[in-house]
């Protein structure tokens, strides 16, 4: 169980570290892939997916979000006290992927002037702001916000 609960953690840092970064990359000043598109951060969101439950995969369930795990509880599949310990394995694993992302392109902060940009690198934000259809895009589907 111990060992399941390493490998939340693990894979979670995994899966932000790589999608972050990617994230990072693409939009922060002075990187290399800057300005990369899109499709580079798509990509590089899927490989961050597939290497973080291929790594961890072996040894634990690779659920690597809290919303499944909620949902595998909802249906009896796990246990509460082993469902707790999984998400705070994975909030733990997606802040250190966040602090480890944020370290390594420390330089690159100071050179985007954006703030949007900056966000970007760690969460998502509506292009345009209207309530009512953003929260029905989060809702049903983020590619519509």
């Not at 997606?94 to 944020?102: D, E, F, I, N, T």
């Amino acid at each position: 169980m111990t060992l399941q609960i390493l490998g939340e953690f693990l894979g979670t840092f995994i899966l932000v570290l790589l999608g972050n970064g990617v994230v990072a990359a693409n939009v922060l000043g002075k990187t290399k892939s800057e300005n990369a598109g899109w499709v580079t951060i798509a990509i590089g969101w899927g490989l961050a997916v597939a290497v973080a439950v291929w790594v961890v995969g072996f040894f634990s369930p690779a659920y690597l979000n809290p919303a499944l795990v909620i949902g595998f509880l909802v249906l009896g599949k796990i246990k509460i006290g082993l469902a707790f310990a999984f998400i705070v394995a994975e909030f733990l694993g997606a802040m250190l992927g966040a602090v480890a992302v944020w370290l390594h392109y420390y330089p690159h902060w100071e050179e985007t002037k954006d703030s949007s940009l900056i966000l970007a690198s760690f969460a998502t934000a509506p292009a345009i702001r209207h309530s009512w259809s953003n929260y029905l895009g989060e809702a049903f589907d983020g590619r519509y916000s």
